[in-house]
């Protein structure tokens, strides 16, 4: 106990000392935002659907495929672990990326953090598809719906966040209407018939 402990407490000295060099190296002038930029960087709303549509078939196609699948209940539990984790750091690696090219405070220890469970997820879902005892189609289609899902909410949130004003308010358009997404799976479902 008394070891744990020991880590624990020198871990929360270290972050706290870098935390404060951090912000002892930035001042006022570099924490800019450029907040008068409204349309610069606004979204349509038919990208904002197609993102969220791609996010809903990737994270739908993988879960239920993982449902389906012959897996033990422990690999299921492996595969949605990985899952969970890519789709988290891939959202957390995009958000520190984007405040430090806006000139927000990032420190050097989370950028790491963020790269390596980003990458961590990706080499534990590549690792583990080589070697299941699964059809190489199989492994396709994992593969592939984990790359739409990671490439859809790396987007969803970029939208959000570039609908999201300085006081933290997001615009209601970021989120798609049920009724649009509900008339664009008519529309779509009447053009495959």
Do not use: H
């Not at 624990?8 to 912000?23: D, E, N």
């Not at 239920?64 to 690999?75: D, M, P």
């Not at 989370?110 to 534990?124: D, K, L, N, P, Y």
């Amino acid at each position: 106990m008394f070891l744990i402990n020991s880590i624990y407490f020198t871990a929360v000295r270290y972050v706290s000392k870098v935390t404060r060099l951090g912000m002892k190296l930035t001042t006022n002038k570099d924490i800019t935002m450029k907040l008068n930029n409204s349309t610069l960087n606004k979204p349509s709303s038919a990208y904002i659907l197609a993102t969220w549509g791609a996010l809903i078939i990737g994270v739908l196609s993988y879960l239920i495929g993982l449902w389906n699948s012959t897996f033990e209940l422990n690999e299921k539990g492996f595969y949605f672990a990985v899952f969970l984790l890519a789709m988290f750091a891939a959202v957390t690696l995009q958000k520190t990326v984007r405040d430090k090219e806006e000139g927000l405070p990032v420190t050097q220890i989370f950028v790491g953090m963020c790269w390596a469970a980003f990458a961590s997820a990706i080499a534990m879902l590549v690792i583990g598809l080589i070697n299941a005892d699964i059809l190489l189609s199989e492994k396709g289609f994992y593969g592939i719906s984990f790359v739409l899902a990671l490439f859809s909410v790396i987007t969803v949130q970029k939208n959000t966040r570039d609908l999201t004003n300085e006081l933290g308010e997001t615009d209601p358009s970021a989120f798609p209407k049920s009724a649009q997404g509900i008339d664009a799976a008519v529309e779509t479902s009447e053009i495959i018939q």
